[in-house]
């Protein structure tokens, strides 16, 4: 990538150059010294394990600094409104398309709509440094869909990654309000749903497909996703996927599509891997960078000591307290995870779990019951970090620390949102403090 020719517009740290690492923040041990991920598969980091245990293979974990959890004074940040410099009209949306988002509620641009959407009209690659909540979804989608119901025969073809089974469902719904009645088709490919249904609507006219990348990977290899055919690819969450082990995935994918096509790439962060797949895959792209609030300073930290003996009790006690409405507790191991929920069903703690080896139906089913009140505790990996969205979360518990101060952020994240004041809470062992 040659970033002098990154084009830079006014607005919210609009047009901000790749910087590394920077984007990326460690956390820092009680010497000051830097922890940084080198691995996607990631140790266990509770249950009573001291930070500076070693697993079974023999990596050291991460040794973190507990005041980073405390944040007693939570403030409301008072946020200079956006002005837009563009109305949805300027970019040369379709007629159709302006009608569908007055009554969705979306009247202006968001600050990543307005600064992505001319760039991706032209067909410039573009790379949108942006995290969940800032309106990317429809920034991409909106031009896309413009640019597929200009083709004659509507030939144009986009593919779009993410990292969950979730967040791909959760484009197709956006990506079905702001088409409708313009007769675009779509696919999710994504794992933990029946393969044949699948290859079934790939033998349709398709103009989006919606995956994950193992599973994409997997109908490539079977022919069912042609990629010579795809003339976008948009990778949503590109850090996420990363994390998740999806680098060999994400090349190879990209590595057959043509030359020529037109790529939209978003991540919250910009650590060196990611940098590399930008290089390597877009042509000289435009840079955007839109940054929310600090989410902590709307949400109230403390730490909870424990000892491996009382850890569980803990939990139990906090839950019983007026107030836990409705939680995300985090665990980091999907067996921990389902162990936990099973624990505090058993101790008379209605509580559900979301984690890799739960099926789409299943996951989607405990997502349900915590937003309808059914359970009030959901115990998930750090799968439930990203792409997914319930109102009033009350409080975030850590009961095993994050891996990283990205995953903390996104974490609490889930609480908090929007003009709401929120609580996190993070298990810390008494061997740290």
């Not at 067909?123 to 200009?150: C, H, M, R, Y």
């Not at 995870?337 to 139906?361: C, D, R, T, W």
Request: net charge positive; aromatic share 6%.
């Amino acid at each position: 990538m040659n970033t002098k020719n990154t084009q830079r517009r006014s607005g919210v740290n609009s047009g901000r150059p790749l910087s590394g690492n920077k984007a990326r923040r460690p956390f820092r041990d009680s010497k000051g010294s830097s922890k940084s991920r080198t691995s996607s598969r990631r140790p266990h980091s509770g249950g009573g394990r001291s930070g500076g245990a070693k697993r079974g293979g023999g990596r050291k974990m991460p040794t973190f600094n507990p005041a980073q959890f405390i944040n007693k004074n939570p403030r409301q940040i008072e946020e200079v409104a956006f002005v837009a410099k563009n109305t949805f009209a300027d970019f040369g949306l379709d007629a159709r398309i302006l009608e569908i988002l007055a009554p969705m509620g979306i009247h202006s641009p968001s600050p990543i709509q307005d600064q992505i959407i001319p760039h991706a009209m032209q067909g410039s690659d573009v790379v949108g440094l942006a995290e969940t909540g800032t309106g990317k979804t429809a920034a991409f989608l909106l031009p896309l869909i413009q640019k597929t119901i200009n083709e004659p025969k509507r030939e144009h073809m986009t593919l779009i990654l993410a990292p969950t089974r979730e967040l791909a469902l959760q484009i197709q719904d956006e990506l079905r309000k702001l088409s409708k009645g313009l007769r675009l088709f779509s696919t999710v490919c994504v794992g933990g749903m029946p393969l044949r249904p699948q290859l079934q609507s790939l033998a349709r006219l398709n103009h989006f497909v919606i995956g994950t990348p193992g599973r994409v990977m997997d109908l490539i290899k079977r022919g069912a996703i042609k990629p010579e055919r795809l003339t976008t690819a948009v990778l949503d969450e590109a850090d996420r996927m990363l994390d998740m082990g999806f680098i060999h995935d994400m090349k190879t994918i990209l590595s057959q599509l043509p030359k020529d096509r037109h790529t939209l790439f978003f991540s919250a962060t910009m650590a060196k891997e990611t940098e590399k797949l930008v290089h390597d895959f877009l042509k000289n792209p435009v840079v955007i960078s839109v940054k929310k609030k600090d989410v902590s300073q709307s949400i109230e930290q403390d730490i909870v000591p424990y000892a491996a003996h009382d850890k569980f009790n803990k939990l139990c006690t906090l839950l019983s307290q007026d107030g836990f409405k409705r939680v995300i507790i985090f665990g980091e191991m999907k067996h921990s995870v389902q162990k936990l929920a099973e624990e505090l069903f058993a101790h008379g703690i209605p509580a559900e779990s979301i984690h890799g080896n739960k099926s789409h139906a299943q996951r989607q089913r405990a997502l349900k019951r915590l937003k309808d009140g059914n359970v009030r505790v959901l115990v998930a990996t750090d799968v439930a970090a990203r792409g997914i969205h319930v109102d009033d979360v009350t409080h975030v518990i850590n009961y095993d620390l994050p891996q990283t101060f990205d995953d903390y952020v996104h974490r609490i994240g889930r609480t908090g949102r929007g003009d709401k004041f929120g609580k996190a809470l993070t298990f810390v062992p008494e061997s740290l403090l």
